[in-house]
């Protein structure tokens, strides 16, 4: 809403480019003319598809969409379990992190997760990914 007002007070969209969140994935941004070439971060779809598509087919229904959250969980657990390792903070907080559903993580020592995410860009009234997501962390 603040795009479509913002070229009213002297904000020309053809000389500053927005930048917004994972919000902006939902289709409803493509309609706003001032976003055009507007920047913003998300998740790789692919493999977000791919859980789509597998939770579909065992429980014939779409998932919630933090679904894909305690089932990333499950899979380190079950990682750490399966390569002989405890479930403490040292293993958890593992600086390489992660792959999930969702790309790259890592639980930080603080308590936070950090994730690699691809850099999209809307152009012609579609979503591109300009940056694919990083596979592992430097």
């Given at each position: 809403m603040?795009?479509?007002i913002l070229p009213y007070y002297d904000v020309d969209p053809k000389k500053?480019?927005?930048m917004g969140n994972s919000l902006w994935a939902q289709n409803i941004v493509l309609k706003e003319p001032a976003l055009e070439k507007g920047y913003f971060p998300n998740i790789d779809r692919?493999?977000?598809e791919n859980f789509e598509l597998e939770y579909q087919s065992i429980f014939g229904q779409k998932p919630h969409k933090v679904s894909s959250l305690p089932?990333?969980?499950i899979g380190l657990i079950s990682?750490?379990?399966k390569n002989s390792q405890n479930i403490d903070v040292k293993n958890i907080?593992?600086?390489r992190g992660f792959i999930g559903s969702n790309g790259l993580f890592r639980f930080k020592k603080d308590g936070s997760i950090e994730r690699s995410l691809s850099i999209f860009?809307?152009?012609n009234q579609k979503i591109i990914e300009i940056k694919k997501a990083d596979l592992n962390f430097n």
């Open positions: 603040l795009a479509s500053v480019f927005y692919i493999g977000i089932y990333d969980l990682s750490l379990q907080t593992n600086k860009q809307i152009k």
